[in-house]
């Protein structure tokens, strides 16, 4: 009769083998590696915007090139909940961002090369600043500047 072979902790440890396990877990690493979606942060505008201009002195208008404006101030009539800007192109007040929009297309592209400052005041949602500039860009301005707020 033979006999069974015994059993002791040495040989249990000796007989484990870790590829397979080392296999799964590697597996399971690049499973959530690729299954992992990279979130970009939202409300983040990649634009460089320059401390040293915006702040026009008041006794050098003449010395900058011309330029188109926009202005963007909280209407006062307008609660919080609701909030309305008027929107000016120059000294013409638009109805609304897409009107502003067709103003800006209707003067073509022969002055895109034109400096457009966006002159946002404290107070306005930053939607209004954004939709402004984005109609900026499908008219093909391509100098979009913002004033500075005035030092206090």
Do not use: H, W
């Amino acid at each position: 009769m033979k006999r069974a072979p015994s059993c002791s902790s040495d040989s249990i440890l000796a007989a484990l083998n870790m590829t397979p396990m080392i296999d799964v877990v590697f597996q399971l690493l690049i499973f959530f590696m690729v299954g992992m979606q990279i979130r970009i942060p939202g409300g983040l505008l990649n634009a460089y915007l320059p401390k040293e201009r915006g702040r026009i002195p008041p006794q050098e208008p003449a010395s900058f090139p011309p330029e188109l404006r926009i202005r963007l101030e909280r209407d006062p009539a307008s609660t919080t909940a609701s909030a309305k800007v008027n929107v000016f192109f120059q000294q013409y007040p638009c109805v609304d961002i897409q009107d502003l929009e067709d103003k800006l297309l209707r003067l073509g592209e022969e002055v895109a090369a034109v400096p457009v400052v966006i002159d946002g005041k404290a107070d306005v949602p930053f939607r209004f600043v954004l939709g402004a500039m984005n109609a900026c860009v499908k008219a093909r301005f391509t100098r979009i500047l913002f004033r500075a707020p005035p030092s206090e």
